[in-house]
């Protein structure tokens, strides 16, 4: 779909604007998602003990039924700022909703960005009317707001899914950002999906549990967990669910949420493949999921993935200090489809026709079965080069 | 200390030789510890769920007080390899018991190297009596040993001490391999120390036990846990120890031990920085420890030390996904001694003059307190470097 195009969510309207918290004048720094009307949002965060102010406002108001706006700045993740920080973050809320007619408590503020530094509020209460008013206006703007929160990503995120109720149309609507401190013991990086279905507060904050523990939960980067991880679902209410559009809503929410998730990985600071390891044969979904992040989250998985190496040898012993007990003897792995280890020994495999396919594609498959129960997980990671340690050795804050 | 004339305790002789496991000639790749009667035995294992085959034998054996000799290969894990593998590390040992006139369950294996292939078992085979016979020269050879354990390694890793009791001199003598796949939930990679004090087989597991907690379970380079980690304690008996002696023994060996672990992240594959990282305040060691790993294998902290950058906010973001509750108002952080982070706002700092010193030197201190309570760990990790993705995406398997 041309991203362009992608349709809002009705009661929803969107804005992303420079407002000089990046020093380029043409970075955009600054997105407003508006709400027609008061709308039910719920919120998932970061469980990192230090957590950004606009973390512990938000996690203050949701969920609620009564929210009008979230402001989200990029460059600055108001993180390690101290009361200074928690000032900043009330502040930017009141002038919002002075600016578009509602309370400070009935918006939302996500930052995200350099830790540790005060936000340049002079910048951003320039920014707020610039912002709603590009909202008001007619122009489509879902990616420039997309845009408007991107840090070091080099793509916008944005998704889109819809499925009938009656003779309407439910319409759910996701941007994301996010492509370095990236690590799954969270709730993401920044994402804001909107929908125009009716929810509950209680039934959104649950239905965006569920999702992000199958999505978000299960991306890396190179898992260090940020202070600012935030995903939010605000719904505007205007399509009523009976049960079975509710159970509807909840698939169309985790694929939605799935779909933006991946993004990240794909766009990982310097990745040049996106890494799928689906875990099988797990006694529970957690034990699955930690054996799935330890794999991710190797540094020697990650290059020999980079460097088209089937060396699975990295992937096994990474499986095995994953703290998940299993008999080792049962363990069968994959990798692009190819059987490489089972029951204790080796496989015979083409390895210059397992490397090749490695590096020509930017997708790589891994499959490991545990042998040991039903519980499965797909876990979405990206690989380990040089970008990377020129992004973060080189460039510097 | 010149590393060629590095003392052996009495009772010990050893040897390094090239076999062939490793394709250059000049490649040692076959180490033997050989004691002259039967010692004391002590051994710390991989807590890895999938171990190598030599891992298993040795568990089976250790603590023991008829150990002969300990012969370790490199350039080949022998994991990953089943049955076979098992019967191999099992004709190792009793190739190696034939030619000293011992029984198999007096030899100890140890390998490192390439997961999942199986052992060029006729090259060890021709090896093992040119081992027996340099270990019976007059050579010293202590750097040959230390030598041809390394797989990844630049340098050889030799420690040693020595401390009185009466007239005589407590000597011990240890050797360590290390640069790569070293993670922290574990023993370490391999290493080897010999001793001539006078020990029961339950003193000397008890005092590896201790050394090996603050030592080899306190460094990493990429934090990915080995099947083959081993840290083994010889113990010839020459010198009897009284309860004075034993606590200075205890002292002298995790010592040792620490300068031995040590110097495994300062070759760390790539490193250009050795990072010291001591917590301070936590509730309690095993705390610490989990806050100063965590730190230590987040690659933002490791590229930033890398870069020379005082990106402080990627070093409080890691303590706070450690999974350790703590305020974060109580929290201070140093680096190389620079305050730059306390009581929940950031501090002003010469960031030119730390960053210079953080390019300058190869030793990188960060120092963080928790606030909490008197419990401390100090933990040793190498930078992420262009070299280390190098070493792991690009020479290939």
Redesign the interface.
């Known amino acids: 779909m041309d991203q362009n195009a992608t349709p809002l969510p009705r009661g929803f309207r969107v804005a992303g604007v420079h407002c000089g918290i990046k020093q380029r004048s043409d970075a955009l720094d600054l997105s407003l998602v508006l709400a027609e009307r008061e709308v039910v949002a719920a919120g998932v965060y970061t469980?990192?003990?230090?957590?950004a102010a606009p973390v512990a406002w938000d996690r203050d108001i949701t969920p609620s039924d009564r929210v009008r706006a979230v402001l989200i700045n990029s460059g600055n993740?108001n993180?390690?700022?101290?009361?200074?920080g928690a000032t900043d973050t009330a502040a930017m809320a009141a002038e919002t909703a002075r600016a578009i007619g509602a309370s400070a408590e009935q918006v939302l503020i996500l930052s995200t960005g350099?830790?540790?530094?005060y936000l340049p509020m002079e910048a951003i209460r320039a920014g707020i009317p610039m912002a709603v008013a590009e909202a008001a206006s007619d122009e489509p703007s879902l990616l420039q707001a997309a845009r408007a929160i991107m840090t070091t990503d080099r793509v916008p995120k944005v998704s889109h899914r819809s499925f009938p109720v009656g003779d309407r149309s439910v319409q759910l609507t996701g941007i994301a950002k996010g492509a370095?401190?990236i690590?799954p013991?969270?709730a993401t990086m920044l994402a804001v999906i909107m929908t125009d279905a009716a929810l509950t507060p209680q039934a959104a904050q649950r239905f965006l549990c569920s999702a992000v523990e199958r999505s978000f939960n299960c991306i890396s980067v190179?898992?260090?967990?940020?202070?600012n991880d935030t995903v939010l679902l605000l719904a505007s209410g205007e399509i009523p669910l009976d049960s079975g559009a509710q159970a509807r809503f909840a698939d169309e929410l985790e694929e939605l949420a799935i779909d933006l998730a991946k993004r990240i990985p794909a766009d990982g600071e310097g990745a040049t493949h996106l890494i799928t390891i689906q875990v099988q044969g797990a006694p529970d979904e957690r034990a699955a999921r930690q054996v799935a992040r330890t794999i991710a989250?190797?540094?020697?998985?990650k290059?020999?993935i980079?460097?088209g190496?089937p060396?699975?040898?990295?992937i096994?012993?990474?499986?095995?200090?994953?703290?998940?007990?299993?008999p080792?003897?049962r363990?069968r792995l994959s990798v692009n489809g190819v059987a490489l280890?089972a029951?204790?020994?080796?496989l015979e495999f083409d390895a210059a026709a397992l490397?090749q396919s490695m590096r020509r594609a930017f997708d790589v498959r891994i499959e490991l079965e545990l042998g040991m129960g039903e519980a499965s997980c797909t876990f979405w990671t990206s690989d380990?080069?040089?970008e990377?340690?020129?992004i973060?050795?080189?460039y510097?804050?």
């Open positions: 469980q990192n003990r230090v957590v993740a993180a390690c700022t101290g009361e200074r350099i830790i540790g530094e370095g401190m690590g013991r969270m190179e898992g260090h967990t940020s202070t989250d190797s540094p020697l998985v290059t020999a980079t460097g190496d060396n699975w040898g990295r096994v012993s990474a499986a095995g200090y994953a703290g998940v007990p299993f080792p003897d363990l280890f029951k204790g020994v080796p490397s380990l080069t040089h990377y340690i020129t973060n050795a080189e510097h804050t």
